[in-house]
Structure formats: C-alpha cells, structure tokens
C-alpha cells in the first residue's frame, strides 16, 4: 500500500469501531435495483447500501461491497451474518484496481468515496470495466470549486479526511466521459460549502455503459 492508502485504512479501521455517520450522499436511494440484479458498492464502508441493495436484489441477485479498510469489511461481514444475508461479499480492494471480474455488475453505486483518491480516471475506467453493457452507475460525491493546492493534496491525512483529493467539476466529468460511460446526468448538487480548508460542493451523478 502507498501512503495515501495506509492513510485511508488507518482512519477508517479507526471509524469502523464507532457509531458515526460517514455519508455525504444518497447514491442508493436513486438506484434501480431489480430481483436477480448483481450491484456493487464503491467505498462501502460499513456495508449499510450493500445489505440493502441484497434485500432489493433478493436470493436470486448479489451485492458486493469493496473498501480499502479491512475494519469495515469485518465491520460489515459481521452484521450481515447477524441478518442473515447470504447473497453478499466484502471484499478489500482498492477502487483503482477492483477485485472483481469484467461485467459483472447490472448496478454500482458510491457514496463520499471516490474523492479519496488521487487517480480517479482510473477509479471511472475501473466502473466502465466492471459494468455489464447497459449497467448503471450512481454516484454521490463532492468536488472542489477549485483546484486543491499542492499542499493539500499531497498529504495523505488530509485526503484520508475526504476533501483534499476532490477535483473540480469539469475535471470530474471529463474523467466519466473519458471512461465511456454514457447518459451522464448530475440529479443532485448542492450549494458550496467549506469542507477541511476548501470549499466544495456535493453532488450525485447518473449514468450507464
Ligand atoms: C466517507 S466513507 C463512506 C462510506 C459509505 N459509502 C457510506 O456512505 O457510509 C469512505 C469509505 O471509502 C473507503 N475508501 C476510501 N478510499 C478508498 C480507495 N482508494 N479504495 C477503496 N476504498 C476506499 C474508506 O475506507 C471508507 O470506508
């Protein structure tokens, strides 16, 4: 792991032991979940989408959750042994490299995630790989109304606190565009706001391969 990744499992196998809210987002709520669908949860932490995407998909459909800290899989694993689910899997990857097969998913979604890292075209030609044809992504996100400063962006405790990695918004798009997603729609976005030492907005964009 380089230090940007041991930054990131460190403080959230830190936040996996404590009942806070890690959310930015609503990624799950707009996604269109069917019987027998197989969905993906980028940055899942402790796993709460993952299980309620595997109700939606039911006995015939899958969900899988991947995150970079292992305290969250565990974290995860175990409350859905304790709900019996057994149509999921918590799986510790990095997003720039998912340990999943190409195709696989029908829908994925990711909720104040991808902003941890500082390859996210990478991140996005990752989503277009592990999307079936016609498969649709959600994702909820912030950017930064400006580019992050060097200083900030180079330091790995400061991306890990989830803002001095973001991009701006055309950076952002430019990179979905690029990995060949297409029906790209913002449906969310809300009003800038200071988060760490830059202001940035969040936002919630659709789309499908
Ligand atoms: C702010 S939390 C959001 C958790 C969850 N999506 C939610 O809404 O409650 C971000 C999660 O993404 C994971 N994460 C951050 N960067 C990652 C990366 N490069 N690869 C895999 N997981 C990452 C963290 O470990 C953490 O669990």
Request: proline letters at 3%; one cysteine or more.
């Amino acid at each position: 792991m380089d230090k940007y990744a041991n930054s990131i499992a460190t403080r959230y196998d830190k936040l996996s032991g404590q009942d806070c809210c890690l959310s930015c987002g609503g990624a799950f709520s707009l996604a269109t979940i069917k019987p027998g669908d197989v969905c993906v949860d980028l940055g899942c932490g402790k796993g709460r989408d993952v299980m309620r995407m595997a109700t939606l998909a039911g006995k015939k459909g899958f969900a899988y959750g991947i995150d970079l800290s292992e305290g969250m899989m565990e974290a995860s694993r175990q409350e859905a042994k304790k709900l019996g689910l057994t149509n999921v899997a918590f799986i510790r990857s990095p997003l720039e490299n998912i340990k999943l097969e190409n195709q696989v998913a029908d829908v994925l979604i990711s909720n104040c995630t991808i902003n941890h890292s500082l390859s996210q075209d990478k991140v996005w030609k990752e989503i277009f790989r592990v999307l079936k044809q016609g498969g649709q992504f959600v994702v909820s996100d912030i950017y930064s109304l400006e580019p992050v400063p060097e200083p900030f962006r180079g330091n790995p405790d400061m991306v890990a606190e989830c803002w001095a990695g973001a991009i701006t918004k055309k950076t952002y798009l430019n990179h979905i565009k690029q990995a060949g997603l297409r029906n790209i729609d913002i449906v969310e976005e809300s009003l800038p706001y200071e988060k760490g030492r830059i202001r940035v907005a969040s936002f919630t964009v659709k789309g499908c391969r």
